[in-house]
């Protein structure tokens, strides 16, 4: 390790020294933003340990690194690191003063001295002005989305920023302006096209032309560093839904794993616009959503759909809605990265309201304090004139026998999670009935067998795929799936799909690179006739249709 002293921080012997040093070296940041080169982490010769003494990275994340470093033959700048699995902008942010980029020779890239000037420093931590796209500008206090875009324009014809007091020669920008952001940016030369390793992949990055037009709002956004440079996506070509079948209403119902949506995912605009928009092309009116990382990342889609930011939002050419959601007060399953929600989402203008929401069954542990199982969460609504109860399930796959090699022969681990007596009993209870979710298995396993003795009937088969990726947007396996009661089965319009359409975005991480899926589930809409609306809905000056209430909201209403 003799290389690297001049970037190497030593690894604290126990959580006390751990603490300890975070501390003195948050005292030594706050006295003058300066900081010596020995107190920063070199990202380039780390171990997985030394990484791991950084805040938020954890041994998934330093193996991470240390792969993608290995795969691009070394970080160039600091920067790059918001681009491995696990990292992004936000948690780059959280660590980005406490590493450095140094080849093994021991020359670091960013290594101010004791002498270096704050705004020098600053600087370097700063905003690119040569690859910042217009939403990252208009972060920048006093940068409109004309200014933005004037920016860009510039750079389009005249070439990279040589230095920032070129920034004078932007229409719009003064020197008063200038002298107000002069301390948020720094000038740096677009890199060249690189080659990144994208699971095995070769794919060529290269920069991309400036969009001719956009509509961020970037207080709303968080926007990944080293992404595209402008977002184009490309949304299916549908017509505005008529909520008509055969001449008859009809409401959409779906379910839809967000695989650990926290409220940073959600954040992502690629992400909220995957969602939102999936939700108003395809005429989804309630929405069962599973594997949410924390109960505010439903909001955040809640928000969009009802005071849009993003351009394909706003311009969507019917009435978007109404839009709330409820999310389970505590966990209803548990995964290796941590606590997991449920919740529903529905459009309230539509004459859907929500009666109550309750999760069926208090959680068991098994003997290393972990949940044994998923706990279904119940919600009842009204639509129209009629009531549905919907049982909102994310059940474990059972393991491989791979998976299951080195585990005690009374494990749980490889078993799948079945359905257990509260959903049994809700089963019999309940008549207009859908359990609905990410089943984990075909429906044609064994542990769906209750659900066949209630003669409740999948409306999907067992040969149609409903997981997807980049690499095979076709799908491997079915586990998501819509269960109907009797009663349901006869105003079934026959309508089920899985869809697969518009469920990529340029601002979605994939893997190394960028163009991802929101999720690896696909969403999967079934189509039942319902009695005509009563309720009147009136168009605000927005274009969003309101529905005049008279009872009080629920009080689980989000």
Known sequence: ????????????????????????????????NIMVNQERLNINTA?????????????????????????????????DLALVSGVGATKLEVIKLEICVSNKNGSSQHSPSSLRKDHEHLACTGMN?????????????????????????????????????????????????????????FVERSRTPSTNTNGGLTCTTKSQPSPTSFSLRSDDLELPLGGPTQLISIRPVVEPPTGMRDGKPVVRVGTWNLQCCSSDKANNPGVREVVCMTLLENDIKLLAVQDLADTEALDKFCVELNQATLSSVQKWRSPRGVWKCVVSEK??????????????????????????????ESPTTNGNGSHAHSRPYLARFYIGSSELAMVNVHLKAPASPAERNGKNPGSDDGKAQRLTGRVQETLKGEKELLVLGDFGMPPDSAELEPLRKEKMSPLLAPSVHTNISTRTPQGTHSTDNIWTSRSLKKIYTGHCSVVREGLTNPWIPDNWSWGGVASDHCPVVAEFFVDAIQKESVCNGNGVAVVERGEPVPKHER
């Not at 997985?48 to 033959?73: D, F, S």
């Not at 040589?162 to 719009?172: A, P, T, Y």
């Not at 290796?336 to 069926?360: C, H, M, R």
Request: aromatic share 6%; charged share 20%.
């Open 47 to 79: 171990t997985e340990e030394e990484l791991m003494t950084l805040p938020g990275v954890n041994r998934t994340v330093a193996q991470n690194i240390v792969e993608y470093r290995e795969c691009i033959g070394g970080f160039k700048k600091v920067e």
């Open 129 to 185: 002005i040569n690859t910042a796209t217009p939403a990252q500008l208009m972060s920048l206090r006093g940068i409109t989305e004309r200014i933005a875009k004037n920016i860009v324009d510039y750079r389009t014809v005249n070439g990279p920023f040589k230095s920032i007091e070129d920034l004078v020669k932007v229409h719009q920008i003064n020197s008063s302006l200038l002298d107000k952001i002069r301390f948020q940016v």
């Open 1 to 32: 390790m003799g290389g690297n002293l001049g970037c190497h921080r030593s690894i604290p012997k126990d959580p006390t020294d751990l603490c300890h040093s975070k501390r003195k070296f948050s005292a030594a940041c706050n006295f003058s």
């Open 331 to 360: 966990p209803t399953g548990q995964s290796t990265k941590g606590p997991q929600y449920s919740g529903f989402l529905w459009n309230s203008s539509s004459g859907i309201e929500l009666k109550d929401a309750v999760i069926l």
